[in-house]
């Protein structure tokens, strides 16, 4: 283990601060959808385990006046005071005069300014008591598509001499894809000309971000979920190590989150070791109190086809299923239980679909329903798996490539192939992880670094007789061997 590197994680998450163009949502359904979605969205980055994927936020609505909703502050623990704030934000909406172009792009440009201006504040205090610098990333969401607003803010974004500015992200909800393209050519041909005049740093074309999104809760939720991707890249993930001494660097993305790292993680588990263990006395076992976990019920609510289910929506451990040999069920009840799960493995076999199952919560308090998935096998049993869900997803816009391979790249790669053993399947019979001595090795202990051996708890003193009379006790047998009671 001396030669593990490490990678920091969530080391260079950004301060988010969101300027929200309350205005431009009067009238429509669009402003509620995003307190809605805001809601969700810290109600999950409020409740995830460390490390932090969201440091720091602020939230400012931009109207007939600039108004800081939430100032600058950790998210971690704040969620009481951040659902309050966004429940304020829905008052705020529709309070955008009818005025020209400039004038809009004005109040914009001032929430930015004021924005700049809260971070640099809080910037140089956290590097004074931290030792380190944090960046800032700038969402606008607003209705308006006009490349004068891009052009300003590029040029608002030199004057406020950001060093640590990652990026200003202007969202653009409900836009037609034309007007989109059409204000892309003109970000490029003004930052072109802006930078030739010298009124632009050569750093600064890429900082205004230009995005448009549908508006609809999906659209909303992928853009609020960026926010808690790993954005560090200081530090490749992964390391692939081929004969030849070929080595593939790579860096491996999140497809959902974790629920373990959240509560509730027992809704969408079956697994024992998963769900949550109560010390409760059974009745049908003796008196005492016992570890015990719930019978779970699930419901099938859809059939899908099982080539249509891709893996990587599966997690968690997975379990095999059969039919139950409870012995406190009626044997005539055991025996048509098992034909009916037979009858059920075979449909799905016969179909080649895979049945989609949902948690069924019993109890009071609001808790959440996780997805399932049972696959069948030849044999007349079922693997379940955990599926995930829609709040449980996070963004994958991985950008595809059709490039081509370099031949000598090629050559490389194949000739390095063809040195890897080749099998016919995989069989864990035969593949060990080295689990049991490492665990033994950790459980032993050590002095100066070498493995001691334990001494006996008990000695026995053959010299010292004890005062008090000894009775031999010779439990009665029944025959067998062992004693009837003691």
């Known amino acids: 283990m001396e030669n593990v590197e490490f990678r920091p994680l969530f080391a260079r998450q950004p301060v988010h601060m969101l300027l929200l163009d309350v205005g431009c949502f009067s009238g429509d359904e669009s402003g509620h959808l995003i307190c809605?979605?805001?809601?969700?969205?810290?109600?999950i980055a409020c409740s995830l385990n460390n490390p932090s994927r969201m440091t720091y936020f602020a939230l400012y609505g931009?109207?007939?006046?600039l108004e800081e909703i939430f100032p600058l502050a950790p998210v971690k623990g704040n969620y009481p005071i951040l659902s309050t704030a966004i429940d304020n934000l829905k008052d705020c909406q529709g309070t955008s005069s009818g005025t020209s172009k400039h004038a809009e792009n004005a109040d914009i440009l001032l929430g930015l300014k004021a924005a700049v201006e809260q971070f640099k504040k809080y910037a140089q205090a956290f590097f004074q008591s931290q030792g380190q610098w944090?960046?800032?990333?700038?969402?606008?969401?607003?209705?308006?598509?006009?490349?004068?607003?891009?052009?300003?803010?590029?040029?608002?974004?030199?004057?406020?001499?950001?060093?640590?500015?990652k990026k200003i992200q202007l969202v653009v909800i409900g836009s037609e894809y034309m007007d989109t393209l059409a204000t892309c050519d003109n970000i490029q041909e003004s930052q072109a000309s802006s930078s030739s005049n010298g009124t632009l740093s050569n750093n600064l074309p890429s900082l205004v971000e230009v995005h448009t999104i549908e508006n609809d809760k999906y659209s909303l939720e992928n853009l609020l979920k960026n926010w808690l991707i790993d954005s560090g890249t200081d530090k490749e993930h992964l390391h692939i190590l081929l004969p030849d001494e070929v080595t593939l660097l790579c860096d491996s993305h999140e497809r959902m989150l974790c629920p373990s790292s959240l509560p509730f993680f027992d809704c969408f588990s079956v697994h024992p070791d998963s769900t949550c263990s109560y010390n409760k006395p059974v009745s049908n076992v003796s008196s005492k109190k016992t570890n015990t976990v719930p019978v779970h019920r699930l419901r099938v609510t859809k059939l899908i086809p099982a080539s249509d289910i891709c893996e990587s929506i599966l997690h968690g451990m997975p379990m095999i299923v059969k039919a139950t040999t409870c012995w406190k069920i009626e044997w005539d009840d055991l025996e048509h239980n098992q034909q009916n799960f037979i009858a059920f493995c075979h449909q799905l076999r016969e179909m080649d679909s895979v049945a989609l199952l949902t948690l069924e919560v019993n109890s009071k308090a609001l808790?959440?329903?996780?997805?399932?998935?049972?696959?069948?096998?030849?044999?007349?049993?079922?693997?379940i798996k955990s599926i995930a869900v829609r709040e449980l997803l996070l963004p994958c816009d991985l950008l595809t490539t059709n490039q081509e391979p370099k031949p000598e790249a090629v050559e490389s790669i194949r000739n390095a192939l063809e040195k890897v053993p080749k099998?016919?399947?995989?069989?864990?019979?035969?593949?060990?992880?080295?689990?049991?001595?490492?665990?033994?090795?950790?459980?032993?202990?050590?002095?100066?670094?070498?493995?001691?051996?334990?001494?006996?708890?008990?000695?026995?003193n053959k010299h010292k007789t004890s005062d008090k009379k000894q009775v031999r006790f010779n439990p009665p047998n029944n025959g067998s061997g062992f004693p009837t009671h003691l």
């Open 36 to 43: 809605e979605c805001l809601q969700e969205h810290f109600a």
């Open 62 to 65: 931009i109207g007939q006046c």
């Open 134 to 165: 944090l960046q800032l990333e700038v969402t606008i969401i607003t209705t308006r598509s006009n490349p004068s607003l891009i052009k300003e803010l590029e040029q608002e974004a030199t004057k406020a001499n950001a060093d640590n500015f």
């Open 367 to 383: 808790s959440p329903r996780g997805n399932f998935l049972l696959l069948p096998s030849h044999g007349n049993t079922l693997l």
């Open 423 to 460: 099998a016919n399947n995989y069989n864990p019979l035969l593949e060990t992880s080295q689990l049991c001595p490492s665990l033994a090795n950790s459980l032993l202990p050590k002095s100066h670094g070498k493995t001691t051996t334990s001494k006996r708890p008990y000695t026995a």
